[in-house]
């Protein structure tokens, strides 16, 4: 039978829980493909244990999985020993660097049925394609007299025109396959030298996409609009950064940081791609089984549409459509939100 061989790193806090739920969808969705499951014991627990953050052999492990599952990570943020962002730069972002993972896709999509904080959200379904690899998140910096009261302290945004081509290239192809629209959102009238190659490279790009309208918005009014428009989005390209900050707000306009899911895409193949829901390890909420598992379970979703499952991913998607269609506010813990999506993708299957 056909294998998909899946690395899940379930991580700490809400991760372990949320992870669950989206394996027991992809197990119940897949037809025909055993799903070959390898749990990698990763995050701010296992280096309190153990002292490993990521060695260089568990990388290697990681490369031969076909996708990787990673719930969330990050511990304690009043633990000293986690200060820095170790486990942040250590883990998630040296498994994005590693595996080249340069296009972050993170789509929001308004339910009809969810209610968002939004007075009049309107219609909203638009995909923030966010830039993996580069802009601030190199770790190109550095402090000067550190401690002092003349402290300078430095972080470098480094901004390629091979790493941004290679993004707006992806954007620009995903608006082709949606409405056509793609805004460009930088700080070019401060950020003037990575704002000035974005913008000459979304122009040399567009060339070749005549039928997409391109539109650029500063990365501040892009958040007013966000609030107040949300339906003139349909493509956004966007730093590391910029895109990290636009997708917390786009997960609360979209209903909920507990329904945004991810996929740090490698879209080559060359190394295993990484989904994960967009919200961290919520420490506040950790070990109460409330975590919303929705985000985990269309992230598993978004998994199997790109490697080569589209019917399971669909599957999983009609599930959630279901749930969320069917949910009437009464609280429910984030095994039997999980259960009942399951029971869907069964019920489905059974009738198809
Ligand atoms: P967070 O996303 O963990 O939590 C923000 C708020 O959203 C909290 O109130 C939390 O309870 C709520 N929330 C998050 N997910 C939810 C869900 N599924 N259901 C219901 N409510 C949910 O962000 P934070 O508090 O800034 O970060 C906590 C830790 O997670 C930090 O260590 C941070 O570095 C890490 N983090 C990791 C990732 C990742 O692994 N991809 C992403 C973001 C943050
Ligand atoms: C995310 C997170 C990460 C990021 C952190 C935890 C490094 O916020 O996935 O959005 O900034 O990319
Ligand atoms: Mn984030």
Known sequence: MEQLRL?????????????????KAMR???????????????????????????????????RQ????????VGGDPADARLAG????RGLLLRLRFAFDHH??????????????????PGAIDFVVVREGTE????????????????????????????????????????????SKRLTLVHKKNVLVHAGGLWQRIVAEVG????????????????????????SRFDVIVTDNLFGDILTDLAGAVGGGIGLAASGNLNPSGEFPSMYEPVHGSAPDIAGRGIADPTAAIISAALLLEHSGHPDAGQRIRDAVDGDVDARDGSRRTTSQVGDAIVDRITASKEQA
């Open 207 to 230: 060339q070749q996409h005549p039928d997409v309208a391109v539109d650029y918005l500063h990365v501040d009014a892009a958040t007013i609009f966000l609030v107040e428009q949300p």
């Open 103 to 120: 296009v972050n896709l993170r789509p929001t999509k308004l339910h009809p049925k969810v209610t968002s904080p939004l007075r009049e």
């Open 135 to 178: 802009g601030p998140y190199v770790g190109n910096g550095g402090s000067l007299r550190t401690g002092t009261e003349h402290e300078i302290a430095n972080e470098t945004s480094v901004n390629t025109a091979f790493g941004v081509e290679r993004v707006v290239r992806f954007a620009f192809e995903l608006a082709e396959q949606r």
């Open 65 to 72: 999985h076909d996708a990787i599952l990673l719930g969330a």
């Open 28 to 62: 119940a969705a897949l037809d025909g493909v055993e799903l070959v499951e390898t749990e990698y014991s990763l995050g701010a627990a296992h280096y309190l244990d153990t002292g490993e953050i990521l060695s260089d052999e568990t990388l290697a492990s990681l």
């Open 7 to 23: 690395a899940v790193i379930a991580g700490d806090g809400i991760g372990p829980e949320v992870t669950l739920e989206a394996r």
């Open 85 to 88: 962002g170790i486990i942040e």
